[in-house]
């Protein structure tokens, strides 16, 4: 009785805070709910006959997220936080909203990762990738790192872990489970020729010796090997093979898993938009689904808001892709180059709480392949002359910049540059990404975010 008084409430509060904000208010309910009941999340996750999935990254998870739910949809009935509010109050949110869920499906940020984990006792637990990212709010990686650790060792012996055995922080953090299924990619020739300048996790995590690339994928992502003690990458479990890149339209692979191989193709491009594919197939084999599910529903998915979304305005279009640390910056500026580097781009760089307050990480992207092609960069957001003065010490001349900190007038000047028929490239930090939608809503061209996700 007492819990359905507090559902009760937290209910009424999330519609008036929905109607008041029109359309937002997605975390208040389960802020209510935490607030008054600290044992109400682990009691309505142990509601749901088919248990949880928990998925976290530090670059993807959305996506991983929502093409996992796009895959098990059809098998299962959801309660999945599609709106991406991924801490303790997001999941109670959705877990209060969604009524007659058979399993739960939920992203899961990495500092929050611990905690949820342990309200809601998932029956398997996705961990994608760890990059460097706001410093100022999680710290180092090893940090981040040690508290999944602490997480997964907690798990009940029952859940399985699937993790990127090509990620060695995180291929070390599963050497004691009895559950684990490992994914990576297996296809030299879509490789690096070296580890990017940034990437993150060079030195074994056993012995501290150098580790060796036989190939990189996406920042320190790939097949490694310590010379030193020996540690190395874990034998693929699911694997994608015969990697096909098309420009910035599609990727397509061959999944490799214990059931079979299955080619399947993604309408979104990019070695990065693989591995969340790739991911959310490792995850979806795990809680039951076939090779026919994952085919079917990765060739139904379309990209997460903001995320590689091309956005038609009028006679020109804008393609949006969200950057938020070096790893994923540079793999959207190597995706983008690779489909034909823009003519025209407008980049916006905020340091709002959940951006990340410190900028610095500008400085590591590899920004320098989009400098041959473009003509013209329009530097935008609360940080836009950082991100000038950052764009001129690479290389693009002085002219070539414009700096117009307020984001309805970068983008429209962004459109009148490109033209008819053009499109521009939108790189936005992730507030920034959330206005610019906002003001694209406003103009009745999107449907507001939560609205696309429900």
Not at 17 to 27: F, H, I, K, Q, V
Not at 136 to 165: F, Q
Not at 217 to 240: Q, S
Not at 328 to 343: K, Q, S, Y
Request: a neutral charge; hydrophobic letters at 45%; charged letters at 25%.
């Amino acid at each position: 009785m007492r819990l359905a008084l507090e559902i009760a409430l937290a209910r009424t509060a999330g519609r008036l805070s929905r109607l008041a904000a029109r359309g937002g208010g997605t975390t208040l309910p389960g802020k209510i709910l935490a607030r008054i009941d600290a044992d109400a999340i682990s009691t309505l996750a142990g509601r749901l006959p088919e248990g949880a999935a928990l998925i976290s990254a530090t670059n993807g998870k959305t996506t991983t997220a929502s093409m996992a739910a796009e895959i098990l949809g059809r098998r299962f009935r959801l309660a999945h936080n599609r709106a991406g509010a991924n801490l303790v109050s997001g999941v109670a949110s959705t877990l209060l909203e969604t009524k007659g869920a058979a399993l739960g499906l939920f992203e899961v940020d990495e500092g929050a990762f611990p905690e949820i984990a342990r309200q809601v006792r998932p029956r398997a637990v996705c961990l994608a990738n760890l990059f460097r990212d706001q410093l100022d709010r999680y710290g180092e990686l090893e940090i981040i790192a040690e508290r999944w650790r602490g997480a997964v060792e907690a798990l009940p012996e029952s859940a399985i872990v699937v993790v990127n055995a090509d990620d060695p922080l995180l291929a070390s953090l599963t050497s004691a489970r009895p559950r684990v299924l490992h994914f990576g990619l297996d296809d030299p020739r879509v490789a690096r020729e070296r580890l990017p300048h940034a990437a993150d996790s060079k030195y074994c995590v056993a012995c501290g010796a150098p580790y060796v690339y036989a190939a990189a994928y996406v920042g320190h992502l790939g097949e490694f090997r310590c010379p030193g003690c020996g540690n190395a990458r874990p034998t693929l479990d699911v694997a994608a093979r015969d990697v096909r890149l098309d420009g910035l339209e599609s990727a397509s692979f061959t999944l490799v898993t214990p059931a079979g191989n299955r080619l399947v193709n993604v309408r979104l491009p990019g070695l990065y938009n693989v591995y969340n594919a790739l991911a959310a197939s490792a995850l979806s084999l795990a809680l039951g689904a076939g090779l026919d599910d994952i085919e079917a529903g990765l060739a139904r998915f379309r990209a997460a808001f903001g995320r590689f979304e091309r956005i038609q305005m009028g006679d020109r279009a804008a393609l949006m892709l969200l950057i938020k640390n070096p790893a994923g910056a540079n793999e959207a500026v190597r995706t983008l180059v690779a489909g034909g580097p823009p003519r025209h781009a407008v980049i916006a760089l905020n340091d709002e709480i959940a951006d990340g307050r410190d900028v610095s990480w500008i400085w590591d992207v590899d920004f320098e392949p989009l400098l041959a092609g473009l003509e013209t960069l329009v530097a935008s957001g609360s940080r836009a002359e950082e991100l000038a003065l950052r764009f001129k010490y690479g290389g693009l001349e002085a002219e070539r910049i414009e700096l117009l900190p307020d984001l309805t007038r970068a983008l429209d000047r962004g459109l009148e540059l490109t033209g008819p028929a053009g499109e521009l490239a939108v790189l936005p930090t992730y507030t920034a990404m959330l206005a610019f939608r906002k003001i694209i809503g406003d103009r009745g061209l999107v449907r507001p975010y939560w609205e696309a996700a429900a």
